[in-house]
């Protein structure tokens, strides 16, 4: 009999036996929330159309294929975490955004990355984890569905990592929380560390007892393979109105040594609207300062990066955003890919690079989850 009649003939039975289907158990929520467990994710797709003749987007994260599509995130995220004792969280995520992740952990370049994967374990005011986790820096994260742009910043591709490995503390004194961690490295989160040196982690954060504001401050000091790392974030967020939010993300990093002579060091803002319950709005503005890190610049390798991008969201049912958004970026040097139109047969080096590139794109995000 083959798999094919073994599957008619269940289908038979269960619609045979109303009486079986009307007693049946609690739903897959229903365990999870009763065994504790919490289980949320979310699935997002995207269209990005470049202005300029090339095909690729220069510092950007995951948006970088210009004129393509692109699924980027399947994403699950199961966790116990417990006030008191030991638990653990695990998030995968499968799509084009899990080569960057993955490469940030020196893990290859494939369609599945284990983003996070840790153990907790938490008494009163202290808790500490240990394994793979995301970094505390930055305005912006990862995770599709928590960010108000489709793009992320420069602040967020250039200056800021994106994960690590290793161990952090937290420890709670009233609204605000102080971090200690060392890490494999700042700059990569290498799962497989290559030396005997650590990247120390040390921060803190603030949340008004009302929720309105918002202060964190956080550094990163180690050496990778004999390249000096020093990496600092400030980040301020303040709720005006019941919907405007005003955002402030600082970054200054310097990777020195080893042939490696690189700084970054700039400022992004943001401000976020929620127009209804349906619509909202995002507005975002950076400068950043660079040196030895661009094709364009001055004779001493110093250059400046420029963008600023509006987006429009829109939710027609609670669990689904619907994104568009419009991006332009510029500096005073040629910095960006705009190859010629006998690209690579190019007259001069400069004629395949321009002082500006733009997009327009598109993301549908769909979330799920047993979270209260």
């Known amino acids: 009999m083959t798999n094919k009649h073994l599957g008619l003939l269940a289908t038979a039975a269960f619609a045979g036996c109303p009486i079986l289907a009307a007693a049946a158990g609690p739903s897959l929520d229903e365990i999870l929330t009763n ?13 990005t159309a470049g202005f300029n003749n090339g095909q690729l987007l220069a510092y950007r994260a995951f948006d970088y294929d210009a004129n393509s599509f692109e699924f980027n995130q399947a994403a699950l995220t199961l966790s116990r975490l417990p006030t008191s004792g030991f638990g653990g969280l695990v998030t995968v995520t499968a799509g084009s955004d899990a080569k960057v992740i993955n490469g940030s952990y020196g893990s290859g370049g494939g369609d599945f990355a284990l983003t996070q994967g840790y153990l907790q374990y938490a008494n009163g005011s202290l808790t500490v984890i240990g394994g793979r986790y995301v970094t505390l820096a930055g305005a912006e994260v990862i995770d599709d569905s928590q960010d108000s742009n489709i ?56 949340a008004s007892s009302d929720k309105k504001l918002g202060l964190a401050a956080y550094d990163y000091y180690g050496v990778d393979s004999g390249t000096k790392t020093n990496f600092l974030d400030l980040v301020a ?21 080893n042939h490696v002579d690189v700084d970054v060091y700039g400022v992004a803002g943001y401000l976020n609207y929620q127009f209804s319950e349906a619509w909202k709005g995002s507005l975002r503005g950076e400068y950043l300062k660079t040196k030895n890190l661009t094709p364009g610049g001055d004779s001493a390798g110093k250059s400046d990066l420029e963008e600023i991008t509006a987006t429009v969201g829109y939710s027609p049912v609670k669990n689904v955003t619907l994104l568009g958004e419009f991006r332009y970026d510029f500096s005073g040097d040629k910095n960006f890919p705009d190859p010629c139109a006998g690209f690579p047969a190019c007259t001069g080096a400069g004629d395949s690079l321009s002082k500006s590139q733009g997009n327009v794109g598109v993301k549908a995000i769909y979330t799920f989850g047993n979270a209260s």
């Open 35 to 47: 065994s504790g467990i919490t289980a949320t994710g979310h699935l997002s797709a995207s269209y």
């Open 151 to 206: 793009s992320r910043s420069l602040l967020f591709t250039l200056a800021e990592p994106l994960v690590h490995t290793g161990v952090r503390a937290a420890y709670t004194l009233g609204s605000t929380t102080l971090y200690l961690g060392l890490a494999n490295s700042a700059l990569s989160g290498d799962a497989l560390d290559t030396d005997k040196t650590k990247t120390v982690e040390a921060g803190a954060s603030y």
């Open 237 to 257: 967020s303040y709720q005006l109105t019941d919907k405007l939010q005003l955002v402030g993300n600082g970054d200054y990093a310097r990777f020195v040594g």
